[in-house]
């Protein structure tokens, strides 16, 4: 995350921040996902990585083609083939 959050460069990437924002994921979020787990089965949650931002050639966010990408990913997570959304990998 902190590496991540590096590389966007925005101003409230504080340490402190970051931080922040991974204790309440381990407080508030993965108590939620270990829940869904164990109701409804592991084989029922996917975790995606929804982060995956296309750039174009010009070095512009491509959001399509991001949102695509996050698309192509949560397919493919819940083991769904990627015909049944006509996608292809970017």
């Given at each position: 995350?902190?590496?991540?959050?590096?590389?966007?460069?925005?101003?409230?990437?504080?340490?402190?921040?970051?931080?922040?924002?991974?204790?309440?994921?381990?407080?508030?979020?993965?108590?939620?996902?270990?829940?869904?787990?164990?109701?409804?089965?592991?084989?029922?949650?996917?975790?995606?990585?929804?982060?995956?931002?296309?750039?174009?050639?010009?070095?512009?966010?491509?959001?399509?083609?991001?949102?695509?990408?996050?698309?192509?990913?949560?397919?493919?997570a819940l083991?769904?083939?990627?015909?049944?959304?006509?996608?292809?990998?970017?």
């Open positions: 995350m902190k590496v991540r959050a590096e590389n966007r460069g925005r101003s409230d990437d504080t340490a402190e921040a970051l931080d922040s924002r991974y204790q309440f994921y381990i407080e508030r979020v993965q108590p939620c996902i270990d829940f869904l787990k164990i109701k409804l089965g592991p084989n029922k949650i996917a975790l995606v990585d929804a982060h995956q931002p296309v750039f174009g050639q010009d070095g512009r966010l491509n959001l399509e083609q991001s949102i695509r990408a996050v698309t192509i990913s949560v397919v493919e083991g769904l083939p990627n015909y049944l959304l006509d996608l292809k990998a970017p």
